[in-house]
């Protein structure tokens, strides 16, 4: 049940994420409304509650954990680079750290399902 919940927050911050990248482009006075700037933060820290609440209930901190610590460290390159993203970068700067975040989403999602961080060797 709780893989089903995190999955259901990893498709709603995902899908909040492309909102935040794509609204300024059209409907740029919705960003300013009080449910567009609480709202994914409530979804990324359920998301995150249920991601630890998964590594506990699985026992994966019993074995080998490489994979974890690659999903912690590309968790943190996504946060990083949609800090970039919501600062208002403009042009370049903003478009490559916008494919650079999807490309760890999909780093994570990756090392997720195959837990291994090297899967591209």
Do not use: C
Not at 4 to 15: D, G, N, P, Q, R
Not at 73 to 96: C, K
Request: aromatic share 14%; proline share 3%; charged share 10%.
């Amino acid at each position: 049940m709780i893989k089903i919940i995190h999955l259901t927050f990893v498709l709603l911050a995902f899908s909040s994420f492309i909102g935040r990248v794509l609204l300024p482009l059209t409907h740029p006075n919705l960003l300013n409304q009080k449910a567009f700037k609480i709202a994914p933060h409530v979804i990324d820290t359920l998301l995150l509650l249920s991601g630890i609440t998964l590594v506990f209930q699985g026992s994966w901190l019993s074995g080998e954990y490489g994979w974890l610590i690659a999903k912690i460290i590309a968790l943190l390159g996504y946060i990083g680079l949609g800090g970039v993203l919501v600062m208002r970068s403009e042009g370049t700067t903003r478009w490559l750290a916008f494919a650079g975040a999807i490309g760890l989403f999909i780093y994570i999602g990756i090392v997720a399902v195959t837990k291994n961080p090297w899967f591209f060797l």
